[in-house]
Structures are given as structure tokens and as C-alpha cells.
């Protein structure tokens, strides 16, 4: 490499870290500032009394509703991919190409072409208003991803283990607690973990299905504290910005590994 | 063979079970697209069946034209703009004697895993008209824009090319990693310049993975509902109203239900021939 080049490649590089991360320098320096305004600027007075604001009351309340409808969507969508995807990667069966083509389909399809169906049953139903439409309806979204991926996991593991256990006198039931399952331990760690920051960071399905305070995730929260008194409090929802942020930023680089060789794995399967 | 089947109906049932409650959904919503039922008054209780009105209406509903045209302007800038500079950023942090990769990768990935609404609520403060955004240009001696209210749409692609690139990046990094460098190094031996090694080297070898990327990021970009509704709801007008934001506020603003059902379907259908299209060209592409 000529070394012109390798500075302008340097610059370049500069340029757009430098860009990239003004919008979110911002946000960190507004959260500590109880006068912040949209103009980035040193606070005067550093203060964590936008976290003391965030919380208390009705955006801890959201908070919590936010850990309850992603922490159960995780366990949920990961207890039903684990099972479901063993026979997709150990049978065959009627249909098999055909149901995994339909979760590829399901995967790659927008949330936005999901609102009106998933609304009116869940009118039908009377469950407006309830974390378990929620729930229901991110755990329905997410199960592909996870089955996915959990399928690619189970296909490295050879079946001579499980044969081997078979011969033994092992239940096949027994065989996919004892002997599969402990080894793809960092499959489901992923599973749960992606989708946890899926379900954490939804804004439509909770904002279509939720119309009451009290019951909102914090995207929705944030998103309705932004327009209430005319007067917007930028320190306060900086700093429930921020703390909404902090849970997928540590999740994305705990399993950041993982997700690329999903990534290319699942555009290659 | 008995005790397999068994173990098939056990493991896969209640994956199934939420499938066909999801497929009822989407049965019931075909139904509902195809009757005048509203969200209010006297058509919520007992909607009427009218046929195909609901769609030949929609299709001489200017709003719909509006949104359609939109869409395809946003998406189309965002995916452009998100897969060139990812293959960019991905091609110059590629090459040798690059010391500040992972702090560039890791500044873009952090714009891209933030939830949705924070990246609506910091971008619409940094293009605010106090914003972060205004006083940089004001350094240059630009004079302050009213985003949101003149150049909304171009303001939602930038922040959404802000936001997205990641994925390409990181798609395009790993795709990288697995064009052996021999054939860099006989380009080298060669005389080839960067560009001519970027034309006849990178880009045919990651032609597939290109095209992939581009049917994901066409398809998300098209049904990306979040950053524009938080962004401007729509507006000024109909400005930004691109089509999720179309049937949402048809459905949910205005309560037309069976309408917004139908102009859902629309969409589900354009995003399978959006679908179909990139696969047919994978296909041709792979078998060349």
C-alpha cells in the first residue's frame, strides 16, 4: 500500500467516525445536563438527576414493562425454537422444505405488513390493552430467526453422539436433554439474547397494541414523552434514551461473534 | 418409525400452534380488506361485505400514488446510500496498514444496534433547528434550515442511512475475508491500480453477497415504519408519508379499517415481488 493512500484511507475513515458519532456524543452529553437543548455543548453542571428522573414513577414503570414483555418473549421463543428445530435439523418429514422456507419468508417480511392482522384478532380476542398480545405477537415474529439458528447449531453437532446413547438404551427425549443441548449451550445463549434485544427495542407492535400508560415499554414511553407538554425535556429523555440503549449495545457485542457467522450462515442456508 | 412421528408432532406443535394462530390473523385481516368495517361508529359492529371496493378505491386514491412515489424515493436513496457506503467503508477497512478499523466499525455499529426510537429521538435532535446539525453548518457559514418543515425526506434518508449502514458493513466485512489475497497479490504483481482491483476483483467475488444484502435492506427500508412515523408522522402534508406510515395513519388515524387492510395486502405484495425479482437475479447470478 502507498503511503498517500493509506493517509487519505486514515482521513477518510476520520471523517465519518467523527460523523457518526456526533448525533450520539450528544445524547451522552445531553443526559447528564438537566438544561439540555438540542445544541450539543459542554453541560455546565454535571448532574445525574436525569437518571434519578428516569427512575421514578412512570418511566421506571415503563422500564419494567419494557424487561417484562422482552424477558418473556426471549424465554418464550427460545423454549419453542429449541424443540422445534431438532426435527427440522435431525427428520425428515411431509412438508419439512416447505414449513422452513415459510420461516425464512416470515423472517425477512416487515413487522409493518403485520400490524392490522395481529391488531384485529387481538380486537377479536379482547386482549388489547394486555402484555400478553404483546408477547404473543413478538414471540410469533421472532421464532424464525431463532429456529434458524438453532437448526444451523444442532446441524454442526454429529448424530453419531446421539446414536451412540440410542444404543445404550437412551430415550430420545433423554438424548436431546443430556446430549445435544449441553453442547450447543452458546446457540441458545444467542437465541435468547437476540431476541431479548428484538423484543426490547420493538416500537410498533407495543405502541398498536398498548394504549394505556401504564402498561407501555419505554420505546413508546419515549416516544410519548417527546410531544406531551410542549416544552420538551431533552435531559430527562436523553438520559431514558441512553439507559434504553445501554441493555442491546451490551448484548450486540456479547454475542457479536455468533452473529455474523448467523448472519452469512443463514443467507447461505 | 411410530416413535419418530410422535417425537415430530411433540417438538414441532406448539411452534405450529402459534403459526396457524398468526395465519387466522392474517385470514382474518384478508376478510376485513374486503368489508367496509371502521375502528368507530355504526360500520365497527356489523361491517358490510363490499366486494372489491376497498381496492378499486385505493387505486384512485391520489394519498396512495403519494405514498408509493415516496416510498420508492426513500427507499431507494437509503438502500443506494447504505449498501455504497458500506461497501466503501468495508473496502477501505480492508486494507492492509489500516490502524483505526475497529474504532470506525464499532462508532458505525453503535448507530445501528440502538433502539429504533433513539435513534428517531437523536437524529431528530441533531437535524432540530437548534440542532447539533444547524451549528455545524453555521461553523461553515450556512445559515439555519428548517429541516422537518423544507427538506423532511431528505433528512429522514440521511438519518436512516446513519442508522442502517452497520449491517451492510458488517455483511460486506466478513464478506471480504473470504477472497483469498493471492489474487490481490497477482493484481499487484500485475501493475493493477486500486480501482481496477476493486472493479475486477472485489466486486465480482461479492456480487452474491451484494445482491443478498440489497434484497434485505430493499425489503426492511420498504416496511421501516418506525424512523419516519417518529421522525415527521408523515408530515409536513403528506411529505413524508411513505406507505407503512400510509396505512397506519389510514387505519388507525382515520379508523378505516377494511381500507388499511387492503392497502396492507398491497404492500405484502410488494415485498414479495421484491422478493421474487432478487431471487430470480441470484439465481442467474450464481449460475454464471
Same mark, same amino acid.
Given at each position: 500500500m502507498r503511503y498517500p493512500e493509506t493517509i487519505a484511507i486514515h482521513i477518510i475513515l476520520m471523517l465519518i467516525f467523527i460523523f457518526t458519532l456526533i448525533p450520539l456524543s450528544w445524547l451522552f452529553l445531553a443526559s447528564v445536563d $438537566?438544561?439540555?437543548?438540542?445544541t450539543a455543548g459542554i453541560p455546565t453542571r454535571v448532574t445525574m438527576e436525569n437518571f434519578y428522573g428516569a427512575f421514578s414513577e412512570r418511566p421506571l414503570r415503563w422500564i419494567l414493562n419494557s424487561l417484562l414483555i422482552a424477558v418473556s418473549t426471549a424465554t418464550l421463543v427460545t423454549f419453542l425454537a429449541t424443540m422445534g428445530a431438532y426435527p427440522f435439523s435431525r427428520m425428515s418429514f411431509f412438508g419439512k422444505y416447505f414449513l422452513l422456507y415459510g420461516f425464512v419468508f416470515l423472517r425477512v417480511i416487515p413487522v409493518s405488513t403485520f400490524i392490522l392482522p395481529v391488531y384485529l384478532i387481538f380486537v377479536k380476542l379482547k #386482549?388489547?390493552?394486555?402484555h400478553l398480545s404483546v408477547i404473543l405477537t413478538l414471540s410469533i415474529l421472532g421464532i424464525p430467526f431463532s429456529l434458524l439458528l438453532l437448526k444451523g447449531f444442532y446441524d454442526t453437532i454429529p448424530i453419531t453422539f446421539e446414536e451412540a446413547s440410542w444404543i445404550d438404551g437412551c430415550s430420545k427425549w433423554k438424548s436431546i436433554f443430556c446430549i445435544v443441548l449441553p453442547q450447543c449451550g452458546p446457540g441458545l445463549a444467542v437465541a435468547w439474547f437476540m431476541t431479548f434485544m428484538f423484543a426490547w427495542g420493538e416500537f410498533l407492535i407495543p405502541f398498536i397494541l398498548l394504549r394505556k400508560m401504564t402498561l407501555m415499554p419505554l420505546s413508546v414511553g419515549i416516544f410519548t414523552t417527546y410531544?406531551?407538554?410542549?416544552?420538551?425535556?431533552y435531559g430527562l429523555l436523553s438520559s431514558m434514551s441512553l439507559l434504553y440503549a445501554i441493555p442491546p449495545i451490551l448484548v450486540y457485542f456479547f454475542v457479536q461473534k455468533h452473529l455474523v457467522k448467523g448472519m452469512v450462515g443463514y443467507i447461505k442456508g | 418409525m411410530r416413535e419418530n412421528n410422535k417425537l415430530i408432532v411433540s417438538m414441532l406443535s406448539p411452534t405450529l400452534i402459534f403459526l396457524i394462530f398468526f395465519l387466522i390473523a392474517v385470514g382474518w385481516a384478508i376478510y376485513a380488506s374486503f368489508t367496509d368495517i371502521?375502528? #368507530?361508529?355504526? $360500520?365497527? =359492529?356489523s361491517p358490510q361485505f363490499i366486494g372489491l371496493r376497498n381496492y378499486e378505491r385505493l387505486f384512485k386514491d391520489p394519498l396512495f400514488f403519494n405514498s408509493l412515489i415516496k416510498s420508492v424515493i426513500y427507499t431507494a436513496s437509503v438502500v443506494a446510500g447504505q449498501c455504497a457506503l458500506g461497501l466503501f467503508l468495508a473496502v477501505l477497512m480492508s486494507? =492492509?496498514?489500516? =490502524?483505526i478499523k475497529s474504532a470506525v466499525a464499532v462508532a458505525v455499529t453503535l448507530c445501528w444496534i440502538i433502539p429504533d426510537i433513539v435513534k428517531v429521538y437523536t437524529w431528530g435532535a441533531f437535524a432540530h433547528y437548534e440542532g447539533t446539525l444547524n451549528s455545524i453548518l453555521g461553523l461553515v457559514g450556512v445559515s439555519s434550515v428548517r429541516w422537518f418543515s423544507e427538506k423532511a425526506l431528505a433528512v429522514c434518508i440521511i438519518g436512516n442511512i446513519w442508522g442502517g449502514t452497520a449491517f451492510s458493513m458488517i455483511l460486506f466485512l466478513s464478506a471480504l475475508e473470504t477472497i483469498p489475497p493471492q489474487i490481490y497479490e497477482a493484481a499487484n504483481i500485475d501493475g493493477c491500480s486500486s480501482w481496477q482491483k476493486f472493479r475486477y476483483i472485489t466486486l465480482p467475488l461479492a456480487a452474491p453477497v451484494i445482491l443478498v444484502d440489497l434484497l434485505l435492506i430493499t425489503i426492511w427500508t420498504f416496511g421501516y415504519f418506525t424512523f419516519v412515523f417518529g421522525l415527521t408522522g408523515g408530515g409536513p402534508g403528506h411529505a413524508t408519508e411513505i406507505y407503512p406510515v400510509f396505512v397506519y395513519n389510514e387505519a388507525f388515524? #382515520?379508523?378505516?379499517i377494511g381500507y388499511g387492510a387492503a392497502a396492507s395486502f398491497i404492500m405484502t405484495a410488494i415485498v414479495g415481488m421484491i422478493c421474487i425479482g432478487y431471487l430470480i437475479l441470484l439465481r442467474r447470478l450464481e449460475r454464471v
Open positions: $438537566t438544561a439540555a437543548s438540542p #386482549l388489547l390493552n394486555t410531544g406531551e407538554h410542549g416544552v420538551v425535556n | 371502521m375502528l #368507530l361508529g355504526p $360500520t365497527a =359492529k486494507q =492492509k496498514g489500516v =490502524k388515524r #382515520l379508523y378505516k
